[in-house]
């Protein structure tokens, strides 16, 4: 990944809009949970996160659960130097055994879906009990992967190269509290 300067991130952060404030994405982080909450009641399962996108979400979420969880983590990619490629790069698979247990994969985004479907594809084989998909956003467009979709979704974004909460701008603002994106104008 190439370095970008402080200068390029100021600019990119001048030339920003706030696509949704930090206040609602709280909001939609409490509705995620209580979701969460209800389905997940007595069931167990095994929270991973998808990393480095699902941090941000997996631990503004994680405080909120009030179900008995494991938890986990996968690093797993398409993406180089921020351009998606068709292989699925595993950085990190855990070494655990998931027949017969409930799996609640957390992300960022569902935005086509290539590796969060190839992430659920490879789960599938190992039997799990089941295997949801939670994410902070939606990205709404008609470019998604075919059969595939995620089961719980805080917020619908526009098509737009989105960064904040998880999501970054090559490499960096992945911490702002709410989402962003360049003004429309400024593309």
């Known amino acids: 990944m190439s370095q970008i300067s ?28 209580a979701t969460l909450n209800l389905h ?13 996108g699902g941090l941000i979400p997996a631990g503004q979420l994680l405080t909120q659960l009030t179900f008995y969880h494991r938890m986990s983590y996968i690093h797993a990619t398409r993406y180089r130097d921020n351009k998606g490629t068709n292989e ?15 799996i609640l994969l957390i992300d960022d985004i569902f935005d086509e879906g290539i590796t969060l479907k190839a992430i659920v594809d490879e789960f599938k084989v190992e039997n799990p009990a089941s295997i949801n ?13 075919t059969d595939f979709d995620v089961d719980f979704v ?27 994106a360049i003004k429309e104008d400024k593309m």
């Open 88 to 102: 699925l790069d595993w950085k990190y698979r855990p070494d655990i055994n998931i027949k017969d247990e409930h």
């Open 40 to 52: 997940y009641a007595g069931l167990n399962p095994i929270v991973m996160v998808v990393m480095n």
């Open 133 to 145: 998909c939670c994410v902070l956003l939606n990205k709404e467009h008609n470019r998604k992967v």
């Open 154 to 180: 805080g917020l619908d974004v526009p098509d737009r190269y989105v960064y904040g909460c998880g999501m970054d701008f090559h490499g960096y603002l992945r911490h702002l509290p709410g989402i962003y």
């Open 6 to 33: 402080n200068r390029e991130i100021e600019q990119t952060l001048r030339n920003s809009e706030c696509l949704i404030s930090s206040i609602e994405v709280a909001a939609a982080y409490e509705r995620l949970a």
